[in-house]
């Protein structure tokens, strides 16, 4: 069973502080990433991607990607309150896994 | 407005009561597919479907059915509900470039099974 594992949280962290989310994927084929952002009672929206180990960075979020060690990061910078939802990792190599997501919590 | 529209927004039913979510799109997307989301499981995908009258199974299909029989509309029928899908599902649809796969979803139909 192919498998990507986030920890549930909550990730509690202050405002302005650095939000650091983990994921491991299991499937040494997959070859895309992702993050979704998922707010309380609504649909999952797509963030980031990232297919190359290393960096990625959009504004205040930064993707790392590890292929070695199967593990992808999402970090944001300067977390806001409105950062606060839950963040899906997902990776793709012939279908599209979700991880069980991680709940983020940014505190004024 | 590119859009993926699910209805309805919630549902209360009774064991047993055939019901349809209904889902469409207006971008022309090839592939569709169906999740339901439970408290610390994620995302699971229930079906896909690649194009017009081709539909596969994804990790948990049991006692849901699909058909594709146009591009933009993929039906999730539950022929006889049971309490255990009770549950937060979500249509998404996407196109497939090389090493991309960006996912549209649906607003979601919590459904519950008494």
């Known amino acids: 069973q192919k498998e990507v594992e986030q920890n549930s949280g909550p990730l509690s962290v202050p405002e302005g502080a650095i939000a650091s989310l983990n994921c491991t994927y299991s499937?040494?084929?997959?070859?895309?990433f992702f993050w979704y952002r998922q707010y309380s009672g609504k649909s999952p929206e797509l963030i980031m991607s990232?297919?190359?180990?290393g960096d990625k960075e959009d504004g205040r979020f930064t993707a790392q990607l590890n292929k070695a060690s199967q593990y992808v990061s999402l970090l944001i910078r300067d977390s806001q309150p409105s950062d606060s939802a839950t963040y899906l990792c997902a990776s793709l190599g012939g279908k599209l896994i979700f991880g069980q997501g991680t709940e983020l919590s940014v505190k004024p | 407005e590119a859009q993926v529209t699910q209805n309805p927004r919630y549902l209360i039913t009774v064991t047993g009561k055939k019901l349809t979510v209904t889902c469409s799109q207006n971008m022309n997307h090839e592939y569709m597919s169906w999740y339901r989301q439970d408290p610390g499981l994620g995302l699971r995908q229930i079906y896909y479907?690649?194009?017009?009258?081709?539909?596969d199974k994804g990790d948990v299909p049991e006692g849901y059915k699909v058909s594709r029989k146009e591009k933009r509309n993929f039906p999730l029928i539950l022929e006889s509900p049971s309490p255990n899908q009770t549950s937060l599902y979500f249509c998404a649809s996407s196109f497939i470039e090389e090493l991309n796969e960006k996912l549209f979803f649906g607003s979601g139909t919590q459904l519950s099974v008494l």
């Open positions: 990232i297919y190359s180990n």
């Open positions: 499937d040494r084929g997959s070859q895309s």
């Open positions: 479907s690649m194009n017009v009258e081709v539909t």
